[in-house]
């Protein structure tokens, strides 16, 4: 199916869900820009000097953290290309997109992350250590952005397609997302079939 121009898929998850791996194959299979929140937030962590829950942290009392990310997707709305979008508050500050949450055990979710060699900001000790930094990290940005904007990422309900891909390779991941959006789609073209 070619998608409409301006067509916007948000990611969001847990950590180490294969939010970014699914991303890109999406963008190979459509097109779409890529735009990642991790990415940014890794490259700034580095630059400060943290590794990305000290970041985290730290965004907890300075504003101007969140306000260089989020600033970044909440221009995407009045952008015309169409996007996949890797980004924790992306559902949020892209409310006409097709958004999608994907889950994972923790346990996979830290072999991913563990074997990840992109990932040079998240460096743990053990799988404890990394289990502990990354349940932290989740509540910390969850706590942030219901506190800062009243949005509930742990609320499945926001979300338009939720995957657990603990068990699923990103293509399978990106195969379901793309059915699910076509799917959308039609319904919105045919609203008598739905």
């Known amino acids: 199916m070619i ?6 898929i948000t990611i ?6 294969g939010k970014s791996a ?10 779409f820009q890529y735009v990642s929140t991790g990415r940014i937030q890794r490259q700034l962590a580095q630059e ?12 907890d009392i300075d504003p101007e953290i969140d306000q260089k990310i989020d600033g970044i997707f909440a221009g995407l709305a009045h952008e015309s290309g169409s996007y996949v ?8 500050f892209l ?19 563990m074997r990840d060699p992109n990932r ?25 952005f219901l506190a800062k904007y009243g949005a509930d ?7 338009d397609l939720v995957v657990n891909t603990t068990r699923l390779a990103p293509t399978e991941v990106a195969g379901l997302i793309l059915k699910a959006l076509e799917m959308k789609l039609s319904a919105r073209a045919f609203p008598h079939l739905v």
Do not use: H
Not at 22 to 31: A, H
């Open 48 to 59: 400060m000097g943290l590794d990305t829950l000290e970041m985290n942290r730290r965004a």
């Open 85 to 92: 979008v890797d980004s924790r508050m992306a559902w949020f």
């Open 153 to 159: 990422g742990s609320n499945l309900q926001n979300f």
């Open 120 to 144: 040079n900001s998240e460096q743990y000790r053990d799988r404890e250590e990394a289990i502990q930094k990354i349940t932290a990290r989740k509540k910390s940005e969850n706590d942030r």
């Open 22 to 31: 699914v991303s890109k194959i999406l963008c190979d299979l459509t097109g």
């Open 12 to 17: 969001t998850g847990d950590l180490g869900s």
């Open 3 to 8: 998608f409409p121009s301006g067509t916007k």
């Open 95 to 113: 409310p006409d997109s097709f958004k999608v949450f994907l889950q994972a055990d923790i346990n996979v979710a830290v072999d991913r992350i």
